[in-house]
């Protein structure tokens, strides 16, 4: 089944040749998957991950995505990896889940937007990742279609960029060694919220920090812009451990993107392909938050919770 068209209005054909790197295009073959989605009855599915307008993304789909990322990441893994536990497996899920939805909201945006990327520029791209792996390209076109899409959008901003809602946040916390000891902390905090400033300034590995979704959005899929002041979130730290978050200052303000930031994101997320793919869509995604409210997005809370800021599933509770 694949994603099901919508005719949003008249759309002017594509032109011009994608600026993609080749790298970023390979990645897009152990990076992504594509999910399909079920066109939504009056009544919506239960097995509903996600639904965008009248669009339900089947919950099956999301699962069996998430499957096919690990096993991804398993196969590309340099020593013998075990089978991921639930907070793993609901981290997967979560990602699956926001790209589908991200991409359902990109169609619709770019086809009202006027901005079309052509069947023959998505073989040709895929055409390239094959050439650059050496493999046969068999990757998503959906995905492919999303990342040309994305591009065209931001080269056709005008230079001032595009009018988005920032959101500023200040966290404090500390560095536990694992799970169970960060989820009993922040069970502690929360019901005894006087001693988090005695626990952080004693602590030997105190957090404090200050977190912008412009430039850090891939923290939106933490939680960590929709989280209300007094909120204590989890993350997971560099070395293997969790970090226990408590929100100390949140403030949205007015911000603006360009063609320049999407490039300066590319750049600047490190690691390899996969990172630099990661760090497009997230940005790219801020675009889609109009889009997203016009419509209406909705998250199966077995997934988790929808962050319209970040345009992300994000996690509830304690992350579970």
């Known amino acids: 089944m694949s994603y099901r068209q919508k005719a949003t209005g008249a759309a002017r054909p594509g032109c011009g040749r994608s600026r993609v790197p080749r790298r970023l295009l390979a990645a897009l073959a152990g990076t992504l998957f594509v999910l399909p989605v079920l066109a939504s009855c009056a009544t919506p599915p239960p097995s509903a991950a996600a639904e965008v307008g009248d669009v339900a993304i089947s919950e099956a789909d999301v699962f069996a995505a998430a499957a096919s990322a690990v096993t991804a990441i398993q196969a590309g893994a340099t020593s013998p990896t075990t089978g991921p536990g639930p907070v793993e497996t609901a981290y997967y899920n979560r990602g699956q889940a926001t790209s589908a939805i991200r991409s359902q909201l990109l169609e619709q945006a770019a086809a009202r937007a006027g901005i079309t990327v052509s069947e023959q520029e998505v073989s040709t791209a895929l055409a390239q990742s094959a050439s650059a792996t050496g493999g046969s390209g068999d990757v998503g076109r959906r995905a492919v279609r999303d990342l040309l899409l994305l591009e065209r959008w931001f080269a056709a901003l005008p230079a001032e960029g595009a009018a988005v809602t920032d959101v500023s946040v200040g966290v404090d916390g500390v560095l536990v060694a694992d799970r169970a000891a960060a989820v009993a902390t922040r069970t502690r905090w929360l019901s005894q919220p006087d001693v988090v400033d005695t626990e952080v300034s004693t602590s030997s590995n105190p957090v404090r920090q200050q977190f ?67 760090a497009i869509f997230d940005l790219g995604a801020l675009l889609l938050a109009p889009t997203a409210e016009q419509v209406g997005v909705t998250v199966n809370p077995r997934i988790g919770a929808w962050d319209p800021l970040s345009v992300a599933v994000i996690p509830v509770g304690d992350g579970l």
């Open 212 to 278: 912008q979704l412009t430039t850090r959005p891939a923290l939106g899929a933490l939680g960590v812009y929709h989280a209300a002041v007094g909120d204590v979130i989890l993350a997971p730290a560099a070395d293997g451990g969790v970090a226990v978050l408590r929100i100390t200052s949140r403030q949205e303000q007015p911000g603006r993107l360009t063609a320049d930031d999407l490039a300066a994101a590319s750049q600047g997320a490190g690691g390899g392909p996969s990172q630099q793919l990661s």
